[in-house]
T-cell receptor, first 114, second 114 residues
Framework: DAGVIQSPRHEVTEMGQEVTLRCKPISGHNSLFWYRQTMMRGLELLIYFNNNVPIDDSGMPEDRFSAKMPNASFSTLKIQPSEPRDSAVYFC????????????FGDGTRLSIL | GDSVTQMEGPVTLSEEAFLTINCTYTATGYPSLFWYVQYPGEGLQLLLKATKADDKGSNKGFEATYRKETTSFHLEKGSVQVSDSAVYFCALTRDGGATNKLIFGTGTLLAVQP
């Protein structure tokens, strides 16, 4: 079975540019999570969706960040405008809804904002 | 609120040594408990899980027992290998909830030397 697929794997761009990260969850999973990982802050949950509906976006750092899930097989995380402090590895994870269900992670997008 | 506390790293061991990484949690109700492993440059992978008290999760020689009386879920392995070098995350999710948002510990870096 295909796992969670993220693209691109690496992104290098200049500050002020718009960045779009993409995620395809595992087929049949109905919960989707976006995380950010840095050395300073560790692993942070940014937002999660249940049945394509955003449930909790309290982890989104600023209005520059937005996330969408237009259907069950695709989600995007957008940063506009990007800043150097947004440099991090961004992970997407998916799972079945319900207690005890593990999340399955993608390999992440390593984002560098110059 | 719910929280997970892991021992600070890095943990440095010689090959074939015994490993323990401590994890304690605070949660209401009956959480499910997980250990995830992150190898360099990769996403988090589920290592093992336990969904109720006294359950033992095991995988690839790693074990952890859900101890409700001590609110702990310590990770153990009898004989580590160089290939076990990674960051290990303890996590919990509230059982029976509408979503399975994970609460992570800060991670413990394990370095195994030949």
């Amino acid at each position: 079975d295909a796992g969670v697929i993220q693209s691109p794997r690496h992104e290098v761009t200049e500050m002020g540019q718009e960045v779009t990260l993409r995620c395809k969850p595992i087929s049949g999973h109905n919960s989707l999570f976006w995380y950010r990982q840095t050395m300073m802050r560790g692993l942070e949950l940014l937002i999660y969706f249940n049945n394509n509906v955003p449930i909790d976006d309290s982890g989104m750092p600023e209005d520059r960040f937005s996330a969408k899930m237009p259907n069950a097989s695709f989600s995007t995380l957008k940063i506009q405008p990007s800043e150097p402090r947004d440099s991090a590895v961004y992970f997407c994870a998916s799972s079945y809804t319900g207690g005890g269900q593990p999340q399955h992670f993608g390999d992440g997008t390593r984002l560098s904002i110059l | 609120g719910d929280s997970v506390t892991q021992m600070e790293g890095p943990v440095t061991l010689s090959e074939e040594a015994f490993l323990t990484i401590n994890c304690t949690y605070t949660a209401t109700g009956y959480p499910s408990l997980f250990w995830y492993v992150q190898y360099p440059g990769e996403g988090l992978q589920l290592l093992l899980k336990a969904t109720k008290a006294d359950d033992k999760g095991s995988n690839k020689g790693f074990e952890a027992t859900y101890r409700k009386e001590t609110t702990s879920f310590h990770l153990e392995k009898g004989s580590v290998q160089v290939s076990d070098s990674a960051v290990y995350f303890c996590a919990l999710t509230r059982d029976g909830g509408a979503t399975n948002k994970l609460i992570f510990g800060t991670g413990t870096l394990l370095a195994v030397q030949p």
